[in-house]
């Protein structure tokens, strides 16, 4: 007997390159209008207030290169981010300290149902219907930053069907990897698994069935996600 009255629910893990092994997500942390530019076309003021975040579930990490275009949107945008792996956590981490926990760097996209997001915004109701739907986060291979180093700067640029629609750099982002790490170790336990979605440059915008998005990180390489 497992010691569990039902079948343990699947661990939700992502491929390494590199490695035959596999990284484990225990919780996905999201910055909102972390580059200056989008909050300013989100209608924001882009001076550097508090950052602010909100979770994905593990299991909205998808790798398969395929976006299943959701139920219930008419408005699906893409937002092309950094993905940032932790090996190790704790309570109240140093700034000076962070990337010290940090395991790698993965290509990433936070897709949002955003008709539903802004009804959430207008009623004051929190953003999950808007951002926490199934596969709502393709991501790439992790790549140990180990291999890479750590990621500071460095072009971001994505495409949809080979019309370029964002094009930003690491170094635009109003908190950077180590500031937010230490912010969020504030009010959360961080934890081995953890992964942090870094924000997104300007130039969001809508997709259809169809339409095949390529990100691409400096130091990362590129990934093709097709929406279906």
């Known amino acids: 007997m497992s010691g569990y009255v039902i079948d343990v629910p699947k661990v939700n893990s992502l491929p390494v390159k590199g490695e035959d092994r596999r990284f484990p997500v225990r919780r996905v ?3 909102g209008r972390n580059y200056a530019a989008h ?4 209608g924001h003021d882009p001076d ?5 975040f ?7 990490l998808d790798p398969s290169g395929e976006f299943p275009y959701p139920a219930h949107s008419s408005d699906v945008h893409f937002e092309a981010e950094l993905a940032v792996a932790l090996g190790s956590g704790g309570h109240n981490i ?7 926990h ?5 290509l990433a996209l936070d897709m949002t ?7 959430a915004k207008k009623m004051g109701r929190p953003w999950e219907i808007g951002k926490a739907f199934e596969r709502s986060a393709p991501v790439g291979p992790i790549h140990p930053a180990s291999v890479t180093g750590h990621l500071s700067e460095g072009r971001v640029r994505l495409q949809v069907n080979g019309e370029i629609r964002q094009d930003g750099n690491l170094n ?6 180590p500031e937010m790490i230490a912010y969020l170790s504030e009010y959360f336990e961080l934890a081995a698994g953890d992964v942090i979605l870094s924000g997104t440059p300007a130039g969001v915008g809508a997709v259809a069935r169809g339409d095949v998005m390529r990100i691409e990180i400096e130091g990362l390489g590129a990934m093709d996600v097709s929406v279906v």
Request: hydrophobic content about 40%; overall charge neutral.
């Open 29 to 31: 942390y999201c910055i």
């Open 39 to 42: 909050a300013i076309e989100m």
């Open 48 to 52: 550097r207030e508090a950052p602010f």
């Open 54 to 60: 909100f979770q994905k579930n593990p299991d909205n």
């Open 94 to 100: 140093p700034v000076e300290r962070a990337l010290e």
């Open 102 to 106: 940090v395991y790698g760097y993965a």
């Open 113 to 119: 149902r955003r008709d539903l997001q802004g009804v």
């Open 172 to 177: 635009q982002m109003i908190w950077k990897v």
